[in-house]
């Protein structure tokens, strides 16, 4: 078991809407990075936060956002919900960023999106 | 374009055989390449990196090979065992826009070890 735990374990929303994922990282870790899995897919990465700043991002579009806190607890936020939305999004994190970048993940909150 | 490809129909092996994984990849250089284990309704764990200048890793029953002139990583799992059913995912380090190097997947195996 990875020390990183992520809040809620499901959800339901409705197209339009917005939802916020929080994610808490494993002691000593300071990069936190959000994945977007879709059924029988690998994880795709979203973008990932280091010192609170994000600085690196994947092909999302700007409704996906995010925050780091000083603690590196991290949250994801999608704005205007999509059905194509609908996936497990991991929350991962690392012992810096950069490096051989090995990941924590956590177990995920499943998003589904009516 | 740049792609991770993995064996894509799931692999059923009988308890005690090797199960031997294919990660290819084209268009990229990476600097190593890293195996996760993923189990239903968990996130993926952390298995294996090998680096490029590496041909062989090990891990108790796990043995990963990376050959960077065919752009392939193999995977086995020798001695299986039914507890090792599960998905297997590869992934190599790509550039993300900003200063991070991102990790990308392939879409993973599904091993299943019959008793």
């Known amino acids: 078991e990875t020390g990183v735990t992520q809040s809620p374990t499901h959800l339901i929303k409705t197209r339009g809407q917005q939802v916020t994922l929080r994610c808490s990282s494993q002691?000593?870790?300071?990069?936190v990075s959000w994945y977007q899995q879709a059924l029988g897919q690998g994880p795709q990465f979203i973008f990932q936060y280091y010192r609170e700043e994000e600085n690196g991002r994947g092909n999302f579009p700007p409704r996906f956002s995010g925050l780091q806190f000083p603690n590196y607890s991290s949250e994801l936020n999608v704005n205007a919900l999509e059905l194509d939305d609908s996936a497990l999004y991991l929350c991962a994190s690392s012992r810096t960023s950069g490096g051989e970048n090995i990941q924590y993940f956590g177990a995920g909150t499943r998003l589904s999106v009516l | 374009s740049q792609k991770i490809e993995q064996n894509s129909e799931a692999l059923n092996i009988q308890e005690g055989k090797t199960a031997t994984l294919t990660c290819n990849y084209t268009n990229y250089s990476p600097a190593y390449l890293q195996w996760y284990r993923q189990d239903p309704g968990r996130g993926p764990v952390f298995l294996l990196l090998?680096?490029?200048?590496?041909k062989e890793k090990r891990k108790e029953r796990l043995k990963v090979t990376f050959d960077t002139t065919l752009k392939q990583s193999l995977f086995h799992i020798t001695a299986s065992q039914p507890a090792d059913s599960a998905t297997y995912l590869c992934a190599l380090p790509t550039e993300a826009s900003g200063s991070a190097r991102q990790l990308t997947f392939g879409s993973g195996t599904q091993l299943t070890v019959l008793p």
């Open positions: 002691s000593g870790h300071n990069t």
């Open positions: 090998i680096r490029e200048n590496e």
